[in-house]
């Protein structure tokens, strides 16, 4: 029982480090992000990186954080491991969805000055 105990919480401690140095990473390096490295170099001008990486980066960061708190929360609570995986992967992917969606709202740096 309290090896599959610490090992919820370990799993949950290397995901947490995983997504937050992503964060960092991408906000260094914006190649990172998934699609921006594929654009040329005339498609990357009209994108606001700052705002993008900035964005992505809070993302990955407050999406690590919280599956740090609630994994340990939940394993501190002995809720079944199913149930603790289930709702970190459930965190996860919202946080991926709403980096998408959030992404793809962003104004490019030329729209206004047409």
Do not use: W
């Not at 490295?37 to 980066?57: A, V």
């Amino acid at each position: 029982m309290f090896a599959i105990f610490y090992f919820m919480i370990y799993g949950s401690i290397i995901t947490a480090v995983i997504l937050i140095l992503s964060g960092i990473a991408v906000k260094n390096k914006p190649d990172l992000i998934a699609g921006y490295n594929t654009l040329t170099n005339e498609e990357k001008e009209k994108i606001d990186t700052d705002k993008l990486t900035h964005m992505t980066r809070n993302y990955f960061v407050f999406i690590g954080i919280s599956v740090l708190i609630i994994g340990m929360v939940l394993s501190f609570l002995n809720v079944a491991e199913k149930t603790q995986l289930y709702l970190i992967c459930g965190i996860v992917i919202f946080g991926i969805a709403l980096i998408i969606i959030q992404s793809n709202r962003l104004t490019t740096k030329n729209q206004f000055h047409k």
